[in-house]
């Protein structure tokens, strides 16, 4: 079964402060894999995104990585702001013609002051 | 500003009432889709569109039909809506290839 695993659920953690979200995936056959990013009401928005080949990508504080013999992605965020605390959600993309995706959960992240 | 915009924001609808939800585009994006989005599930599709005029199926799309007769409208319909349709909708679209998938804010609906 095609699914996207995702870790913490939750993570409160200190402005400033790095914090690392993991993605576990079993998603076949693999197209490519993003982060969004959704703030509280409204629509995810795309911060990375990785085909098979990539092993890293960067958005400005957003660090991306991706292992594709393992099947696992992070986002590690670097130097934390408050404007953070959202949730962050792993997809992967099926390499089928109906541009099918299969959404995580989700980790929801708060930063504190 | 160009995107991808839904209406209504929210709404609060009786079971049984028939309910369309709106979703316009404005990127000229081929491919069309709507999910809903549950509290401790991931995002489902319900319905896509991969171009004007075809439709499919995705996940759960029971109680649900969509209809594309252009490139920028897709709307969703619930034909009688029932306690479980309560959720948040999200319509997204993408350009052809489907490198990234852009979302409109959502529409937040609760069926008493």
């Known amino acids: 079964k095609n699914q996207v695993e995702q870790s913490p659920q939750s993570l409160i953690i200190l402005e400033g402060k790095n914090c690392t979200l993991q993605?576990?995936?079993?998603?076949?056959?693999?197209?490519?894999l993003r982060w969004y990013k959704q703030d509280t009401g409204r629509g995810p928005v795309s911060l990375t995104i990785m085909t098979f080949s990539e092993n890293t990508k960067s958005n400005g504080r957003y660090t991306a990585t991706l292992d594709a013999d393992t099947k696992q992605s992070s986002l590690h965020i670097t130097a934390s702001q408050l404007s953070d605390s959202a949730s962050y959600i792993c997809v992967v993309r099926l390499t089928s013609g109906t541009y099918k995706y299969i959404f995580g959960t989700g980790t929801r992240l708060k930063v504190l002051a | 500003i160009a995107g991808i915009t839904q209406a209504p924001t929210s709404q609060i609808l009786a079971a049984g009432r028939r309910m369309t939800l709106r979703c316009t585009q404005d990127?000229?994006?081929?491919?069309m889709y709507w999910y809903r989005q549950d509290l401790g599930l991931g995002l489902r599709l319900i319905h896509y569109?991969?171009?004007?005029?075809?439709?499919g199926k995705g996940e759960v799309p029971d109680g649900y039909s969509v209809s594309r007769a252009n490139t920028d409208d897709f709307p969703l319909t619930l034909a009688s809506a029932v306690p479980s349709q309560t959720s948040v909708y999200f319509c997204a679209s993408s350009p052809q290839g489907g490198t990234e998938a852009f979302f409109g804010q959502g529409t937040r609906l609760t069926v008493v």
């Open positions: 569109s991969n171009t004007a005029g075809t439709t």
């Open positions: 993605c576990n995936y079993t998603v076949s056959p693999f197209s490519n």
């Open positions: 990127m000229r994006h081929n491919a």
